[in-house]
């Protein structure tokens, strides 16, 4: 089971953070604070997989994000990987060679795709084009997108003040 999943920054920075497990505020900082120690201090060509307290984090770094998860000691790290590399590949096709400022401008979007992808800690839908195709057909704009109604009510206001 995959306990959480996050991007981080060269800089150290979080870009996103799933956790697919209870945790308190303070525990979850202090793991985010040392894991990003751990995996922003290792060299390229060592392993991306480490042992923290009792998990596994695997890690993969894709131009200036590194995308990092932690699953349960018994789990196969390779297929956490691709799970890693099948998030990215679907961030790419949507967003078109996806960068990091895409994922901060656009956080719901990239939490949408983790969420298509990965529910409770288990992969769900392994598909690259039915991923797509739900995020795709979500609307995202639904306040951005006034009813006549309340534009007539917003106008209303706005003549008040």
Same mark, same amino acid.
Request: glycine share 2%; aromatic share 12%.
């Given at each position: 089971?995959?306990? %959480? ?11 996103? #953070? ?18 990003? &120690? +751990?995996?922003? #201090? ?7 997989? +480490? ?7 695997? %890690?993969?770094?894709? #131009? ?10 018994? =789990?196969?790290? +390779? ?7 099948? %998030?990215?590949?679907?961030? =790419? ?8 400022? =895409? ?6 979007? !990239?939490? !949408? @795709?983790? =969420?298509?992808?990965?529910? !409770?800690? *288990?992969? &769900? *839908? ?5 991923? +797509? ?11 951005? &997108? ?6 007539? %009510?917003?106008? !209303? @206001?706005?003549?008040?003040?």
């Amino acid at each position: 089971m995959i306990n %959480y999943v996050m991007l981080v920054s060269r800089q150290g920075k979080v870009r996103l #953070a799933k956790w697919f497990q209870t945790l308190p505020s303070k525990t979850k900082t202090k793991i985010v604070k040392d894991v990003t &120690q +751990l995996v922003l #201090a290792r060299r390229t060509r060592m392993c991306n997989f +480490l042992e923290y307290k009792d998990t596994k984090i695997i %890690y993969r770094r894709y #131009a200036s994000l590194f995308f990092v998860c932690s699953i349960s000691t018994s =789990d196969n790290e +390779l297929i956490t990987l691709e799970v890693i590399h099948r %998030y990215v590949e679907v961030l =790419d096709r949507y967003f078109g060679n996806v960068c990091e400022l =895409d994922l901060i401008f656009n956080f719901q979007k !990239a939490y !949408a @795709i983790l =969420d298509e992808l990965i529910i !409770a800690g *288990e992969l &769900q *839908e392994s598909s690259k084009k039915a991923v +797509l195709r739900i995020v795709r057909s979500l609307t995202f704009s639904t306040i951005a &997108q006034p009813t006549p109604e309340t534009e007539t %009510y917003q106008l !209303a @206001i706005c003549s008040y003040l």
